[in-house]
């Protein structure tokens, strides 16, 4: 079992810039993948970025440029740098952690991210 816990939501101005932070409960180094996924009102539950064990990552294209994922070994704590926020980044972030290449997987609680004027 795997617990996560996200941190570092908010309210920001359009522009800003927010840090997500997300604790696993155990160690993360040969953990398969790592991800933010990222929920709108009356929208589906979408990935925006991934990070795997040998640090590959991958990006939605709307947040290409603007938004950095990164994982700590170390701290068994991954992170979502998210810069030049806009309007239609406000949703619920979620931490997703594939424990092997086939699951299971775990989910965070959420963390909510207003992006608003």
């Known amino acids: 079992q795997v617990q996560l816990v996200e941190s570092g939501g908010g309210l920001v101005h359009p522009g800003g810039s927010l840090r997500l932070s997300c604790a696993a409960s155990?160690?993360?180094?040969?953990?398969?993948?790592m991800g933010w996924y990222r929920q709108a009102p009356g929208k589906q539950r979408d990935l925006v970025a991934a990070i795997t064990s040998g640090f590959t990552t991958n990006y939605v294209d709307s947040v290409k440029g603007r938004f950095s994922i990164s994982r700590d070994n170390a701290k068994n704590t991954m992170y979502l740098q998210m810069n030049s926020l806009k309007p239609e980044d406000t949703a619920v972030y979620y931490c997703?952690?594939?424990?092997?290449?086939?699951?299971?997987?775990?989910w965070g609680q959420g963390t909510q991210v207003t992006v608003s004027s």
């Open positions: 155990v160690n993360i180094f040969n953990i398969y993948a």
């Open positions: 997703n952690v594939r424990r092997f290449r086939n699951g299971p997987d775990y």
